[in-house]
């Protein structure tokens, strides 16, 4: 006891609640600190997931409600290319974006298009599509057209000429 008289000076009996009052305060605002920090952690953990459901909930409904139909082909009337129409077939419209990222193939070889479709407004709508791919020539000649949506689904339609001279399959 001595030596704590000498270390602590004199020992004063009125001070000593103080101490465990403030340790008690101390621990009570590090625990509501605590509890703030996780309740915050949680709720963007929750905002994030909720964005996450959401933006596959709007693909899911995209995906489901987009779809194109080739409705016909025929030969370019100024040249020898083929031209096809693309019908809207669902009721989904798409976007400038979404029309570039369509995928043309013939034979399955992905081509090049010199006019892409540039508005699919809305269920019901066409446009037309000039490829550089030349128009079959012969009687019993084909070509597989297909249309590929971003989505991986899409439309095919097979052209095969039926006699000299057909302007269209």
């Known amino acids: ?3 704590m ?9 009125k001070r000593k609640g103080i101490t465990p009052v403030i340790a008690i305060v101390l621990l009570l605002m590090m625990t509501v600190a605590a509890a703030g920090m996780a309740y915050m952690w949680i709720m963007s953990l929750q905002e994030d997931m909720e964005e996450t459901a959401n933006e596959g909930i709007a693909k899911q409904r995209r995906d489901a409600s987009s779809a194109i139909t080739i409705e016909s082909v025929w030969k370019d009337p100024a040249g020898l290319d083929i031209q096809f129409v693309i019908r809207n077939s669902g009721t ?6 979404e029309l570039g990222q369509f995928g043309y193939y013939i ?3 992905p081509i090049t298009v010199g006019t ?6 809305g269920a019901g709508s066409t446009c ?3 490829s550089d791919e030349l128009f079959p020539a012969a009687p019993g ?4 057209i297909m249309v590929k949506l971003p989505a991986g689904k899409g439309s095919t339609y097979t052209c095969r000429l039926k006699a000299t001279g057909d302007k269209s399959c």
Request: hydrophobic content about 40%.
């Open 5 to 13: 008289k000498f270390m602590f000076g004199k020992m004063n009996s």
């Open 141 to 144: 000649d084909e070509k597989v």
């Open 116 to 121: 892409k479709c540039t508005g699919l407004a």
């Open 1 to 3: 006891m001595k030596i």
């Open 128 to 130: 037309i599509v000039d």
């Open 107 to 109: 034979d399955g070889v």
């Open 92 to 97: 989904y419209t798409f976007t400038a974006t």
